[in-house]
T-cell receptor, first 116, second 110 residues
Framework: EAGVAQSPRYKIIEKRQSVAFWCNPI?????LYWYQQILGQGPKLLIQ????????DSQLPKDRFSAERLKGVDSTLKIQPAKLEDSAVYLCASSLVGGQSNTEAFFGQGTRLTVV | GNSVTQMEGPVTLSEEAFLTINCTYTATGYPSLFWYVQYPGEGLQLLLKATKADDKGSNKGFEATYRKETTSFHLEKGSVQVSDSAVYFCARHSSYKLIFGSGTRLLVRP
């Protein structure tokens, strides 16, 4: 079974530039998560989709971050404009049904973003 | 609020030593609890889980028991190996959200 695919693996940009990350979840998984993991910290949930609808985006900085999940499959996360404090690893995860609390989430390798 | 608190690392042990990594949670209701592990250069992966009080999750020699009375889910292993060196994350799932602790780095020396 193919896992969660993310690209790119690494990205270096200057502050105020834009960047986009892509995620392809495991086939058939209805729930997709984007997390931000700053060095030395645990993953922080940015946004959660159920199919192509947003379940939770309460911690997404909406003035600069946006995400979409067209057709309920792939998802993109965009930052525009980037700030130095956005340097982190951006993790995508998926699960069969997020509403069931015992459901395992599967994670991609992440995209390491460095803003200089 | 809803949160997960883990003991700070790094935890450094010699091979075959006993491991405990503490985790406590706050949540409304009865969340499911998880331990995820992140090996060097790899993504997060599920290590074990427990979905109700008194459940014990186990995998690869690791165990954790869901203790409702102390709101804890401590991770234990009787004899660690060098290959167990990784970062361990406690997590809880409730109200449709999967929330992580800050992680505990484990370093096992030969």
């Amino acid at each position: 079974e193919a896992g969660v695919a993310q690209s790119p693996r690494y990205k270096i940009i200057e502050k105020r530039q834009s960047v986009a990350f892509w995620c392809n979840p495991i086939s058939g998984h209805a729930t997709l998560y984007w997390y931000q993991q700053i060095l030395g910290q645990g993953p922080k949930l940015l946004i959660q989709f159920q199919n192509n609808g947003v379940v939770d985006d309460s911690q997404l900085p909406k003035d600069r971050f946006s995400a979409e999940r067209l057709k309920g499959v792939d998802s993109t996360l965009k930052i525009q404009p980037a700030k130095l404090e956005d340097s982190a690893v951006y993790l995508c995860a998926s699960s069969l049904v997020g509403g069931q609390s015992n459901t395992e989430a599967f994670f991609g390798q992440g995209t390491r973003l460095t803003v200089v | 609020g809803n949160s997960v608190t883990q003991m700070e690392g790094p935890v450094t042990l010699s091979e075959e030593a006993f491991l405990t990594i503490n985790c406590t949670y706050t949540a409304t209701g009865y969340p499911s609890l998880f331990w995820y592990v992140q090996y060097p250069g790899e993504g997060l992966q599920l290590l074990l889980k427990a979905t109700k009080a008194d459940d014990k999750g186990s995998n690869k020699g690791f165990e954790a028991t869901y203790r409702k009375e102390t709101t804890s889910f401590h991770l234990e292993k009787g004899s660690v190996q060098v290959s167990d060196s990784a970062v361990y994350f406690c997590a809880r799932h409730s109200s449709y959200k999967l929330i992580f602790g800050s992680g505990t780095r484990l370093l096992v020396r030969p």
